[in-house]
């Protein structure tokens, strides 16, 4: 973080760099001091320090400036800095200017040039300056800016990147003096939202994933076209993977969006293995990323794998962009997609205030609403636990009779010890409505038959999930659901699946193709939890390093 600005502008060269020496001499070692020679120069300088989040402490202004004078400037700096304090420097006494000065911009000083000796003169003023500033100083921020629409998809989507990556941010809505501010000195416009500004002051316009982990410094790219095991989704049974695979120099992951999977939107998993007090997915998520990346795992984020390829023993995976990688070996660790819910009105208001899965970057915006929680099972019972903590009160619609056979004991007692959370069985969503976000839902009562409408701001789904395997279609045998069957269920009538080349049957997680393998939620009659999605990613690289001995 840099140290706060202390900037002078006038028009004379030699006045600016006396008054700058002055300012070095006493307040150098706190303070940067930056001199502009005229108006425009110095709010482009302040644009920078706005879009690198640094602070002004303090503006001294000349009042007789050609093109723009000293009024005019601190106005359009206010716009900037409107903490900043303000004084106008002038050459005599000039009863109007001051007047002006005092209306129009709130001045806090009005300073005689010269100011010889500044001890007497210059330095008491600006102590002054210090000093109020100090009272309530502009909020320095080193991380990434996001300015964004409350109410719009693409800028939840950044939002949610940014954040199931563990990337540091600070959002502002383009409804805040703040976030107008950033988007004037990034000469950006409402169309241009979200807009993204970096530590380093770059401002990226309606960011793509990609561009948005390339300034998060996240690796997008692959540093080798050839590795001996590949593992495609970065959820636990993919992390799982990648750090007993990169313990023992097998390295590389492939991840469409962030790390993390479907765990790592779960608000607390209270049922993983040495968490005794539960653990967020997210902080799960980040432990694992950094574990992974300590034993030299690869990760590669925002790439979707959309075709894999034997070329006779590698097995080559296709981005979306053409471009490929190859390996001796393949995990896959795809994990599921939520479904959507399929209702009217839905669809157009995904990421403005219908949800899927916890989207916890919205937990704040859900302060003294009503939330609706879309589900049965475990994911739904802890996003009604979380979202009770913010919410004035959270309906859980569950489309059965009861919770006791989707759901674990353990989340039904919390649920009921929660009084702000109302369970509805027999209970689904007929139809959600809104104009530009969503303002009401339509709930179907299938005891009753009634359809009754409430206001809602948010809804939140979770009702389970399909593998996204299409991409696999002719390299590795589905069953009907798109799951992908390995090992034992591969063997029919005793016959190994069709096409395998291997003189003995398919390993435990081996897929129809020899040295594809499947871990966790994507497999064929796996157990959707996080626990055996680890195991599996563990076990899954045993098994490579079989194959691989093999050949
Ligand atoms: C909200 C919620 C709460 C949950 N709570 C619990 C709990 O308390 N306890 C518990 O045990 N389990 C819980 N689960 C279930 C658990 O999270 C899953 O069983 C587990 O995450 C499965 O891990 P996975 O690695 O197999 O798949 P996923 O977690 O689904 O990860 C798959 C990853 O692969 C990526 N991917 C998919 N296709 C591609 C492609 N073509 N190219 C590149 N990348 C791709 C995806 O983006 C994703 O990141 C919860 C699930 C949810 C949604």
Redesign the pocket.
Known sequence: MGKPVLLSVDDDPGVSRAVARDLRRRYGEDFRVVRAASGDEALAALGELKLRGDTVAALLADYRMPQMNGIEFLEQAMDLFPRARRALLTAYADTDAAIRAINVVDVDFYLLKPWDPPEEKLYPVVDAMIASWRDSPDAAVSDVKLVGHRWSAPSFRARDFLARNAVPYRWYSVDEPEGQRLLEAAEAGPDDVPVVITPDGVVLRSPTEAELAAVAGLSIEPSADFYDLIV?????????AAVYGASEGLRTV???????????????????LGFPDGVS?GQLAERARRQAAKFGAEMLLT????ALEPHGSKRVLRFADGSSIAAHAVVL??????RSLGVAGADGLTGRGVYY??AMTEAAECADQVVFVVGGA??AG??AVYFARYASSVHLLVRGPSLADSMSHYLIEQLAETGNVHVHTCTTVAEAHGDGHLEEVTLHDATTGEQTTYPAGHLFV?IG?AP?TD?LDGAVVRDARGFIPTGPALIEDGRRPHGWTLDRDPYFLESSLPGVFV????RSE?V??????VG??AMAVTLVHRYLGER
Not at 232 to 240: F, Y
Not at 519 to 522: I, K, Y
């Open positions: 495609v989704g970065g959820g636990p049974a993919g992390l799982g492939v991840e469409r969006e962030a790390t993390g999977g479907q765990a790592g939107q779960s608000s607390r998993i209270e049922n993983y997915g790439r979707d794998c959309v660790a795809t994990g599921v997609s939520y899965g916890s475990n994911s802890q996003a979770f999930g996204r991409w871990a966790g939620d994507a796996s959707k939890r996080v626990a055996s999605a599996e990613g």
